[in-house]
């Protein structure tokens, strides 16, 4: 039993065993062609059928798994296509979160971002790639907050936990995280010098790279 906390009330329930299905599917712990069962499910998670069944149904809205008859839920997770696509979508609008956050961003997120700034470089020093990949999407989320478009922060927000197993693969590489590092700098020093242009082009450049390693991680059948 994986043990979920089952004494909350059932919108807690539900959204948790919800996040525990989706995490497990987007981190490779279902493949896609795997068969889920309510019973092992409910087994593993040590829930009733219920919130259960209701996390299928919102995880097949996603299109994460399909329900097929005489076969039952199958995972159909995210496919190589379904990410490159993702880091496609992501340069356009990661690039205006940096032109937004750059006009918008207050004296206090850019000491956030300094602060975050500071631990990845002593995470990426000590090669933590646990605690390197945990700053770094705190790095982009102050950004996306900073950027004041609650629209945009949902939206990157979910893209980037749909790509979680190719950035947690991509992380494992030293020289990955070295070259993270000093795109973050860059972005960080165009936000700061309130050069919006630049803020976007190098944020741009970000993704791109991001992408790229991604590529290579496939060529190495790494994810």
Request: with cysteine; net charge negative.
């Given at each position: 039993m994986?043990?979920?906390?089952?004494?909350?009330?059932?919108?807690s329930?539900?959204?948790?065993v919800?996040?525990?299905?989706?995490n497990?599917?987007?981190?490779?712990?279902?493949?896609?062609?795997d068969s889920?069962t309510e019973?092992?499910l409910?087994?593993e998670?040590?829930?009733?059928r219920?919130p259960?069944?209701?996390?299928?149904r919102?995880?097949?809205?996603?299109?994460?798994?399909q329900?097929?008859?005489?076969?039952?839920?199958?995972?159909t997770?995210?496919t190589?296509?379904?990410?490159?696509?993702?880091?496609?979508?992501?340069?356009m609008i990661e690039?205006?979160?940096?032109?937004?956050?750059?006009?918008?961003?207050t004296?206090?997120?850019?000491?956030?971002?300094k602060?975050?700034l500071?631990l990845?470089e002593f995470y990426?020093?000590?090669?933590?790639?646990d605690h390197?990949?945990?700053?770094?999407?705190?790095?982009?989320?102050?950004?996306f907050?900073?950027?004041?478009?609650k629209?945009?922060?949902?939206?990157l927000?979910?893209?980037?936990?749909?790509?979680q197993?190719a950035?947690?693969?991509s992380?494992e590489s030293p020289?990955?995280a070295?070259k993270?590092?000093?795109?973050?700098?860059a972005?960080?020093?165009a936000?700061?010098?309130?050069?919006a242009?630049k803020?976007e082009?190098?944020t741009?450049?970000?993704v791109?790279?991001?992408?790229?390693?991604?590529?290579?991680?496939?060529?190495?059948?790494?994810?």
């Open positions: 994986l043990g979920i906390d089952i004494n909350n009330d059932n919108n329930l539900r959204a948790k919800f996040s525990r299905i989706q497990d599917i987007l981190n490779g712990v279902y493949q896609p062609g889920l019973k092992k409910c087994e998670l040590g829930v009733s219920t259960v069944r209701e996390a299928l919102q995880l097949e809205l996603e299109e994460l798994v329900s097929t008859p005489n076969k039952g839920v199958v995972v997770g995210v190589s296509k379904d990410i490159e696509e993702i880091y496609i979508i992501r340069m690039g205006l979160a940096a032109r937004w956050a750059t006009e918008h961003i004296p206090e997120e850019i000491q956030e971002l602060d975050a500071d990845e990426t020093m000590k090669k933590d790639a390197i990949l945990k700053i770094d999407s705190k790095f982009h989320d102050i950004l907050r900073a950027s004041k478009s629209p945009l922060m949902h939206m927000r979910t893209f980037h936990h749909y790509v197993r950035r947690n693969a992380f020289d990955r070295k993270v590092l000093e795109e973050h700098k972005i960080f020093d936000v700061v010098e309130g050069d242009d803020a082009r190098v741009k450049e970000h791109k790279n991001a992408s790229i390693a991604y590529k290579k991680l496939i060529q190495d059948n790494k994810v």
